[in-house]
């Protein structure tokens, strides 16, 4: 064909109306590229005539010297619609503005999420919870609206235009202003903090307009229509003549390609001076996908040191390679290694199964700078080394890290002038020795574990032994303890005892009577028999009362209350009679002997 693929896109979508260029390219590719082919396939030869759209989205503009400079009046505060509302509304009817209370603002996505998807499920709906001054504004949205529609909510709570409004802990970037949430994967709760734009940033309490993006450029699809609608509704699908008619499209080329398209394909995937390397991976899957199309491996949503640390960074048989992708737009191999390489199911299912895949985009000297150092703070200065001289035209490159026992090196670098073939024979080359050493360490790991196993059955039986030693230790010592206690209470108790009774003899001894001589008056002469064997005699008065003598043998260490004094005949014990008794009334006169027994 004389035509290149970016003009048979062109071509493909000006006739077709298909804007999607992913699902464009997908008719292209299942028809080898035959654009009549393709288009017949997405129209029906009935079909294939181009019709005068009556809503344009754009501005018919025979010159540039006829735009209009005049600079339109402001519209009041109160009347200004809501940016999604309007749209590029030249040649519409003025659309009718919504209804943003909470009720119908649901009830209209719902309604339009039904609608245009699944009619079995309904739309996910999304709580962001904004913090605003002293305050948390709850607000629920389906997932099929955006950041303008989240912005329009705030403006009615809080009553602060949407021109005014900034939400931290959001990615700033206009390409997100109009980007559906599902597109975003965001959670189902958010947290975001709403700051207002001063005055003197250029917004007024009392005029604050939405912003509006207008493109002035020539009505292509009318020259579209007056040049190839006569040759698509006659061509039949035979080449020859395909070649015939493909000259008819060759007209004003610069044209063809819809002009938001090839924006979004020349937009980086990385803008330049990227400081955050979380919302570089982030931006740069989100706009991969809406470059190449979503078949293609998962990209990891995070820093290259958190992709190191979940790749390599594991037990030996939970790791996995990680593989970084490198891109660079200006090489010619890049469009061929993401849509044909990274999307073909093989790669893709060895690449989802064995590797963590984590993408940049070098184009940028910045980003590559930027690239170098995180590699550099990961594996060392040395790392960045190889890497720093791939020339464009082999990029994109795949670079596979992989850690063998505890070095992390890389393993190798693949460049993007390889065919399907060789690529899935590098990567299954790769998986096979790192599976060969892989189950060599999850073997020494798992013996490893089984040592330090029985080194801490070991030691807990040698604790629990200690353990057991230490409580015995601590009962005999308890034991000693009491048994130390309570001898000295026993000793304190007789020692106090002992006291009592020295002090109570001590005093009986005060008041006994002495001995009367040998023949003073009438006596008595007692003999005592005491308990081991001993006997004592003393001389009392006979009329002296039996509490003498019964103090008498209190002062010798006999108290009554410890011993009996038993007479010998009759035999009675003299300590139950009355003491007031005399000796001579118990007949105890002129002698007697009386024996101590203890009680």
């Known amino acids: 064909m004389s035509e290149n693929r970016e003009e048979i896109l062109a071509d493909f979508q000006a006739c077709t109306g298909v804007e999607d260029v992913a699902e464009a390219?997908?008719?292209?590719?299942?028809?080898n590229w035959d654009l009549l082919r393709a288009v017949s396939r997405v129209m029906p030869p009935d079909t294939q005539a181009f019709h005068a759209r009556s809503d344009p989205d754009v501005m018919i503009v025979e010159n540039d010297q006829?735009?209009?400079?005049?600079?339109?009046?402001?519209i009041p505060a109160d009347k200004v619609t809501d940016m999604m509302d309007v749209g590029n509304n030249i040649g519409h009817s003025p659309a009718k503005k919504r209804d943003y209370s909470s009720s119908s603002r649901e009830n209209n996505f719902a309604s339009a999420s039904t609608s245009s998807g699944s009619a079995s499920t309904g739309p996910k709906m999304l709580t962001f919870n904004i913090k605003y001054c002293d305050r948390v504004i709850k607000i629920r949205l389906p997932d099929s609206a955006n950041l303008s529609d989240l912005k329009q909510r705030l403006s009615n709570e809080v009553n602060v235009?949407?021109?005014?409004?900034?939400?931290?802990?959001?990615?700033?970037?206009?390409?997100?202003?109009?980007?559906?949430?599902?597109?975003?994967?965001?959670?189902?709760?958010?947290?975001?903090i709403l700051t207002v734009k001063s005055m003197s940033d250029g917004a007024a309490a009392e005029n604050d307009y939405p912003d509006h993006e207008l493109t002035v450029r020539k009505n292509q699809?009318?020259?579209?229509?007056?040049?190839?609608?006569?040759?698509?509704?006659?061509?039949?699908?035979?080449?020859?003549?395909?070649?015939?008619?493909?000259?008819?499209?060759?007209?004003?080329?610069?044209?063809?390609?819809?002009?938001?398209?090839?924006?979004?394909?020349?937009?980086?995937?990385?803008?330049?001076?990227?400081?955050?390397?979380?919302?570089g991976t982030i931006?740069?899957?989100?706009?991969?996908?809406?470059?190449?199309?979503?078949?293609?491996?998962?990209f990891y949503q995070g820093t290259l040191d958190e992709a190191l640390k979940d790749a390599c960074n594991k037990p030996a048989k939970d790791r996995k390679i990680l593989a970084l992708y490198l891109h660079h737009d200006a090489s010619v191999l890049t469009n061929v290694f993401c849509t044909h390489l990274l999307g073909f199911e093989s790669i893709m299912q060895i690449i989802e199964k064995n590797?963590?895949?984590?993408?940049?985009?070098?184009?940028?000297?910045?980003?590559?700078?930027?690239?170098?150092?995180?590699?550099?703070?990961?594996?060392?200065?040395t790392a960045p080394l190889n890497l720093r001289n791939i020339p464009v035209d082999k990029l994109p490159a795949m670079v596979l890290i992989m850690k063998i026992r505890s070095a992390t090196e890389v393993f190798n670098v693949i460049n993007g002038n390889v065919s399907v073939n060789?690529?899935?024979?590098?990567?299954?080359?790769?998986?096979?020795?790192?599976?060969?050493?892989?189950s060599v360490e999850v073997k020494e790991e798992a013996e490893r574990l089984e040592r330090e196993m029985v080194k801490w059955e070991q030691d807990q039986a040698y604790r629990e032994s200690l353990e057991a030693d230490r409580a015995k230790e601590e009962a005999k010592q308890r034991q000693e303890k009491e048994e130390r206690e309570t001898k000295k209470r026993i000793e304190n108790e007789k020692a106090e005892s002992a006291a009592k009774k020295e002090a109570h003899r001590k005093e009986v001894e005060a008041r006994l009577p002495s001995e009367p001589p040998a023949g003073q008056g009438e006596q008595t002469k007692i003999r005592f028999r005491l308990p081991k064997g001993v006997n004592i005699e003393r001389r009392f008065p006979a009329e002296s009362?039996?509490?003498?003598?019964?103090?008498?043998?209190?002062?010798?260490?006999?108290?009554?209350?410890?011993?009996?004094?038993?007479?010998?005949?009759p035999r009675r014990d003299l300590t139950v009679l009355d003491e007031n008794q005399t000796l001579k009334d118990l007949k105890l006169c002129p002698q007697e002997t009386v024996i101590l027994e203890e009680r």
């Not at 735009?67 to 339109?72: F, G, L, N, Q």
């Not at 989100?286 to 199309?293: A, C, L, M, P």
């Not at 940028?364 to 594996?379: G, V």
């Open 161 to 192: 235009a949407p021109c005014r409004q900034t939400l931290s802990n959001w990615a700033r970037m206009q390409i997100y202003e109009k980007t559906p949430f599902t597109k975003l994967m965001l959670p189902i709760e958010n947290d975001l």
């Open 283 to 298: 931006t740069f899957n989100e706009r991969f996908t809406n470059r190449y199309g979503p078949i293609h491996p998962a």
């Open 422 to 438: 060789e690529l899935l024979s590098t990567l299954i080359e790769c998986v096979e020795v790192f599976s060969d050493h892989q």
């Open 545 to 569: 009362p039996l509490q003498v003598l019964l103090d008498f043998l209190v002062v010798q260490g006999y108290p009554k209350d410890e011993f009996k004094v038993i007479s010998s005949w």
């Open 221 to 279: 699809q009318v020259q579209r229509e007056k040049r190839s609608m006569p040759t698509i509704v006659q061509i039949d699908s035979d080449e020859d003549e395909f070649e015939d008619a493909s000259e008819s499209f060759n007209v004003d080329d610069e044209y063809f390609v819809d002009n938001e398209n090839t924006t979004k394909k020349q937009e980086p995937l990385i803008p330049e001076n990227v400081e955050d390397e979380l919302i």
């Open 355 to 381: 590797f963590v895949l984590w993408g940049w985009d070098i184009t940028f000297e910045s980003n590559r700078q930027k690239f170098h150092a995180a590699l550099a703070n990961c594996l060392g200065p």
């Open 25 to 31: 390219i997908f008719h292209l590719e299942e028809t």
């Open 66 to 74: 006829d735009v209009p400079t005049a600079v339109p009046k402001p």
